[in-house]
């Protein structure tokens, strides 16, 4: 019999909810700053970080392309390889919107880092805007799916 890993109980898989943008737009607009922050991280190409704090002595300058990497040592990197998060123009804008906060970790509160997504705030942000489904998970897979329709390839993605 082969092993199958799993982090989730067969009870508690589910698929991935594809957020529309009317949905989206709600949820955002019911978060607040701090969520709208983290929400777009998961969405725009921070999530590639796999839930380690983004810590700033990690990101390098690409000025050929006019944005940041972060580079997350493979220490704290599942397949323990070294990983590439580029940063596309959203995610950038939301990396120099928690620029000078006097912390080691991009995404902080009160100098710590910033490590439970699934928040009261963003709880009640789900309920208010009517898509209780829409984890942190699915923001990445909404945007992955919209990437995949737009014909970006998956190399690319």
């Not at 919107?97 to 100098?111: D, H, K």
């Amino acid at each position: 019999m082969a092993f199958r890993h799993s982090l989730l109980s067969e009870r508690d898989r589910r698929e991935p909810y594809l957020l529309s943008w009317d949905e989206q737009e709600r949820l955002f607009a019911a978060l607040p700053a701090s969520g709208q922050h983290g929400a777009l991280q998961g969405q725009h190409g921070l999530s590639g970080a796999g839930g380690v704090p983004l810590q700033w002595e990690w990101e390098v300058v690409v000025p050929e392309l006019g944005t940041s990497v972060f580079l997350i040592p493979a220490v704290y990197v599942k397949n323990r390889r070294k990983r590439c998060v580029v940063l596309n123009q959203v995610a950038k804008a939301v990396i120099e919107a928690q620029r000078g906060r006097r912390s080691p970790y991009v995404f902080n509160y009160r100098g710590h880092p910033v490590q439970k997504i699934n928040s009261r705030a963003r709880r009640r942000a789900r309920t208010e805007a009517d898509v209780p489904l829409a984890h942190m998970h699915d923001l990445k897979r909404t945007f992955g799916a919209r990437l995949r329709a737009a014909g970006v390839r998956f190399e690319d993605r």
